[in-house]
Structure formats: structure tokens, C-alpha cells
């Protein structure tokens, strides 16, 4: 941001402000640049100023803001969450390399590292992430990369990153954490040792249910290589799509604070109900995690999962009930929704193989909205009674 004031930016400011230029002329809202065509210099070797590149105006503007509030060096916006982590993990691995993964990851992601990246010569090895001993013992010569997603979707596990980032260290390798559930506002992995972060920016950080896309951050030198892995796979985000992005952006601190608050609330309300047969929360002091979250997030984050006592049964009648909360298979926008990972994320799992990850039938996903909690809370009770 031009101007006078070089002051460091809070977090809220930097969510309005980080990235804009300012000419004393400029408008408050900033433009969209649609085209995907711009003029070059002639007679000169340079970089084109082209869409597929991701360095167009809204683009590089939104990016720009991004990496100011991970606190990143550098980042790159890709077309949907999937495209980040496979430009990620491209930029990262190459035909003979090991990578070593979390067990509790999103399934979409599952889905690529047990279909796809074994077809390109990429072995992968799945991690129990809470056995410290399984990740140093199966770390290997060819180790490239370390793979964690927290919190886990869909269960709301938290990993401590500090040991598995020692562990990166030690051997030379990345390790790559998708924090897609916690948003920057209540965790930055790089802070606690992460080298590379994947977002899903459809997610917390548009956070109205309207566009699609993802984000790589990290160094300058591996951002220019996810950047070019990008260009070649054709994953590059549509300039409107980034100009809705950086419009969320605004609102994403106030947004976040407050789905941390509802989601405390009807967490907390859930867990007196004997409907439940178990209420997943960090923030809940029965939670396993919950020292672990209160000790290295700034906020709770506004996911939680449900086990009804009744079963698949009971959750189909929970969900074909509710009237507010709505069934969808996203997250982490403005309008509470709620899902089922066996007909969704994880429908490509057997349900013993979903189980084993602590999702047995009847599990339930919600994504707490900014609604006002006491409304939800309605929803909740006359959809259970």
C-alpha cells in the first residue's frame, strides 16, 4: 500500500488495505480488470502481462493481500483448492521421490495422492499423524516433502506442527500444511514452522459461497514454481473470481471472530444434548486437543462434527429436518451448512476405511455461519425433537 503511513498493519487493517496502490485518484472499492490481454513492450524479451500467468491487476492485487496476512513471502492463486495443493505438490516432487503424508486429510487430497501422484513415480506413505515415532521412522532417503492438514477436515483434530517441523528440518525436506479450516486469522503455519501453506480460498477467505479458488504460499523462489507448474497445468484463477476474493477479504476477520463464537455456543449446547453421541470442537475442554488449540490458535475456528447416537439413521433425519442450517458439502462461509463426509468428501472410502479415521456413518459436518447462535440453536432442537 503507497502512501505516508508505514506504520505495521493489525491483522484487521491488513485484511482492507494490504497490497492497494494509492494515487490520490484511486477508487475505494478497486476495479476489476477483466482482460486477459494486455500490450507488451516491443522488441523486448519480456513476461508477458497475461491471465494464465496469474500476474494481471486484480490478480496480482489479491495475492498481494493474501500473502500479507499469512505472512508469506510470496502468493499465488489457482483456480480452485484442488489446483493449489497439485501445483504444490508438483512444484514440490518429481518421478522417484517419497512424500510422506497425514492419514487425517480432506479426501479430495486423498484422492490425489493414492490415484494420481503414484502414476507419475511418486510413492506416498500415510502417517498416523499423532505417532511422532512413525514419522521419523518412515522418513527415507528420497523423503521430498511432509504433508498435514490441520484442522483436519472433517474430524476438527489439531496437529502440533512444532515436532513435525523439527523433523522437516533435520532431514532437509518441506513441510506442507493445509490450513484451510483455520483461516490466517486463527492459524498462520509458517509460524510454527511450516514451509509452505495451501488454502482453499472458496472457503473462509471469500467466505460467500460464490467463488472458487485456492492459494499457495511461501518463499518468493517456490511460489515462481508453483506459479509456473500453474501456467502448464492450466489451474490459473479467473480474474472476477479473484476480484470476489479480495472483496471477502475484508470481512474476514469480523466473519471468522464471529463464526468462533457461534460455533463455541452451539458446540457447547450440542454437548449437553443426549442426541449426541460425541461433539468434535477444539474448543470444547472435552475436546483431545483442546490445550494443544488454545495453546497455538487465536481462535477456535467456526468447524465442528456431530456423531448422532442413532447412526446414519438418525443423521439423515437430523439433516432432512433442518430448516436453517442448509445441506451442503462446502465450508466456511457467512450461511451455517451442514454435510455428511460418507455421501460428500470421503464417498470414494469404504465405510470401514472411513471409520478407521474416526468418521463412522452418522458423522456429521457443520460449517457455523454468522447468523445470530440463538437461531441456530432453534434449528438444532426442533430438528432433533
Not at 32 to 44: C, D, I, K, S, T
Not at 149 to 164: A, Q, S, W
Not at 332 to 352: K, N, Q, W, Y
Amino acid at each position: 500500500m503507497s502512501g505516508d503511513n508505514d506504520r505495521p498493519m493489525h491483522f484487521a487493517t491488513r485484511a482492507v488495505h494490504a497490497g492497494r496502490v494509492t494515487d490520490g485518484l484511486s477508487s475505494i472499492s478497486p476495479p476489476l480488470v477483466q482482460g486477459v490481454n494486455f500490450e507488451q513492450p516491443r522488441g523486448v524479451a519480456s513476461v508477458p502481462r497475461y491471465t494464465r500467468y496469474a500476474n494481471t491487476p486484480t490478480i496480482v492485487l489479491v495475492q498481494q493481500r493474501l500473502a500479507a496476512l499469512e505472512g508469506s513471502e510470496a502468493a499465488v492463486c489457482t483456480s480452485s483448492g484442488m489446483g493449489a495443493t497439485s501445483c504444490a505438490m508438483l512444484a514440490l516432487l518429481r518421478p522417484g521421490d517419497h512424500l510422506l503424508s497425514s492419514a487425517w486429510i480432506y479426501g479430495g487430497t486423498h484422492r490425489l495422492f493414492t490415484e494420481e501422484l503414484p502414476k507419475m513415480g511418486i510413492e506416498v506413505t500415510f502417517i498416523d499423524p499423532m505417532d511422532s515415532r512413525g514419522w521419523r521412522q518412515a522418513v527415507r532417503p528420497s523423503t521430498r516433502a511432509v504433508f498435514v492438514e490441520t484442522p483436519v477436515n472433517p474430524t476438527c483434530r489439531v496437529l502440533d506442527l512444532k515436532p513435525i517441523s523439527h523433523l522437516t528440518r533435520e532431514n532437509g525436506i518441506a513441510l506442507v500444511v493445509d490450513s484451510t479450516f483455520a483461516s490466517p486469522v486463527n492459524l498462520r503455519p509458517l509460524e510454527h514452522g511450516a514451509d509452505v501453506v495451501i488454502a482453499s480460498t472458496t472457503k473462509y477467505l471469500n467466505g460467500h459461497h460464490d467463488m472458487l479458488g485456492g492459494a499457495v504460499f511461501g518463499s518468493q523462489a517456490y511460489v515462481d514454481e508453483v506459479t509456473q507448474k500453474m501456467m502448464v497445468w492450466g489451474q490459473a484463477p479467473d480474474p472476477f473470481a479473484c476480484w470476489l476474493l479480495e472483496r471477502g477479504l475484508k470481512t474476514l476477520h469480523i466473519r471468522v471472530e464471529r463464526a468462533n463464537a457461534n460455533a463455541m455456543a452451539l458446540a457447547s449446547w450440542c454437548e449437553a444434548q443426549p442426541a449426541f453421541a460425541a461433539v468434535h470442537y477444539p474448543g470444547l475442554a472435552s475436546h483431545p486437543d483442546h490445550a494443544l488449540a488454545a495453546a497455538t490458535m487465536d481462535g477456535f475456528g467456526g468447524m465442528m462434527s456431530l456423531e448422532l447416537v442413532g447412526g446414519a439413521a438418525a443423521a439423515d433425519r437430523m439433516v432432512e429436518r433442518l430448516a436453517l442450517v442448509l445441506h451442503a458439502t462446502s465450508l466456511g462461509g457467512v450461511d451455517s451448512l451442514i454435510c455428511e463426509p460418507r455421501f460428500s468428501s470421503h464417498a470414494h472410502m469404504t465405510s470401514e476405511a472411513r471409520a478407521a479415521l474416526g468418521i463412522p456413518d452418522g458423522f456429521l459436518r457443520v460449517s457455523v455461519g454468522i447468523e445470530d447462535v440463538r437461531d441456530l440453536i432453534a434449528d438444532f432442537a426442533q430438528a432433533l425433537a
